[in-house]
């Protein structure tokens, strides 16, 4: 069946530095991806997203990256802070598709 | 605000009780998604609703119910035949575009945490 897997379950990083988070998909009919943050107690707060037409997508502070070839995406946050510490979800799904299949998460810890 | 609401944000379940989760939203959207998260892993599918008085199971549906009475709401049943029941449970909703690369979103709200007593 479809599976989304984050390479690491968790990432510490010095506060200032740029965090990496990565997620590899099986399904080569995917095609838009969904990036969460879900700070703990609540529920996934969306990020970003791109669909399978780009490579690359900018949001404030945040860049996704698309490699379809080896089905691999990642999230660059730069100057990571203290509020960004949480757990980052990526998400995988294809056109008409009624269904997301979310990944299972990398715990961001920030170092001071 | 438009938003999806939970409640309550804590429930207890006795042995042998039903109880019922609350989602509402108020963002006109027609898919509606209830997820289980157990600590320290992803959010596994319960049950989805793509229009009103329809909904399917999802990967893990055995000992939940839900309905679909009216577009901006969506409750979950724990029934006593779910035997392991306390988790963090999440509501979602997500509109639907048109046509092919028109895919949106799931928003969610800030989940429910049951628990047995």
């Known amino acids: 069946g479809e599976s989304v897997g984050l390479h690491l379950p968790t990432l510490s990083v010095q506060e200032g530095d740029n965090s990496i988070i990565n997620c590899a998909y099986s399904n080569s009919a995917s095609d838009y991806f969904i990036w969460y943050k879900q700070e703990s107690g609540k529920g996934p707060q969306f990020i970003i997203d791109?669909?399978?037409?780009?490579d690359k997508r900018q949001g404030q502070r945040v860049t996704v990256l698309l490699n379809k070839t080896v089905k691999h995406l990642s999230l660059q946050i730069a100057a990571t802070q203290p509020g960004d510490s949480a757990v980052y979800f990526c998400?995988?799904?294809?056109?008409?598709?009624?269904?997301?299949?979310f990944g299972s998460g990398t715990r961001l810890s920030i170092r001071p | 605000d438009g938003g999806i609401t939970q409640s309550p944000k804590y429930l207890f379940r006795k042995e042998g009780q039903n109880v019922t989760l609350s989602c509402e939203q108020n963002?006109?959207?027609?898919?509606m998604y209830w997820y289980r998260q157990d600590p320290g892993q992803g959010l596994r599918l319960i049950y989805y609703?793509?229009?009103?008085?329809?909904?399917q199971k999802g990967d893990i549906a055995e000992g939940y119910s839900v309905s679909r009475e009216k577009k901006e709401s969506f409750p979950l049943t724990v029934t006593s035949a779910q035997k392991n029941p306390t988790a963090f449970y999440l509501c979602a909703s997500m509109g639907y575009g048109r046509g092919p690369g028109s895919n949106q979103p799931q928003h969610f709200g800030d989940g429910t945490r049951l628990s047995i007593l």
């Open positions: 609703s793509q229009i009103v008085n329809d909904f």
């Open positions: 998400a995988v799904t294809y056109s008409s598709a009624s269904k997301i299949i």
């Open positions: 963002l006109n959207h027609d898919a």
């Open positions: 791109i669909r399978s037409n780009m």
